[in-house]
Each structure stands twice: as C-alpha cells, then as structure tokens.
C-alpha cells in the first residue's frame, strides 16, 4: 500500500491508492462516469484492505471529495456525486461491519474466480 502525502486544490489528500493514483485523480475519472468495479476501487483502497482505520479514512476523504461538487455548476456532476455518494454510504455500511464485508469479500472472491 502506498502513502504518500498529496496535497491538490483545496484537499489534502494523505495518501494514493493501491497502484499510485493519487485519490483525486482516482475520483475525478469516477465523477466523469466511468464504474468502479467494487468499493475498496471506489475508496482507493486495496481489495481485501485489513487496516479498518485506513478504511474509514478513506471513506472520510472520499466524501468530502463527492459533497464539495454538489454546488457544481454542470447538473450532470451534481447528478453523478450523489451517485457516488450513496456508494460511499453503501461502502461506509458494508466495510465497517464485520459480518457484511466478509460476505461482500467472499462475493468479490466469487466473481474474481468465475
């Protein structure tokens, strides 16, 4: 896992995903339609992440990401950050449970080896 300190517009941004993307970067190709494949993508996090804290930040900082472009002046970025947010939401729920994230891990396991 890579961190490394990133500091970008009006964020700080404390560390890059699993392949080096700093998160921004990561966020804004998702602002700008294209689908993570699952939520640790979204979060910038590494599939299977055992570190719940490393979790919980970025869940944290992709957040304030998403709601910063709920006053965007193209209603298309509005319409997709609340998508977005509701995955983060979505992602917040399943990751910090136990029990739900090892489903949702066994689930990514499953498509993986299909």
Known sequence: MTFAPLTQGAYNFEFCNSRGMPLEEQSQK?????????????LGQPRFQPDTASVERAIKVASRFYLSHQNSSRPETVVRSQELLRLVAHADHVLKDQAARRDYDAEIIRQLTA
């Open 30 to 42: 998702w602002l700008d339609g294209a689908e993570p494949a699952d939520l640790y993508l979204l």
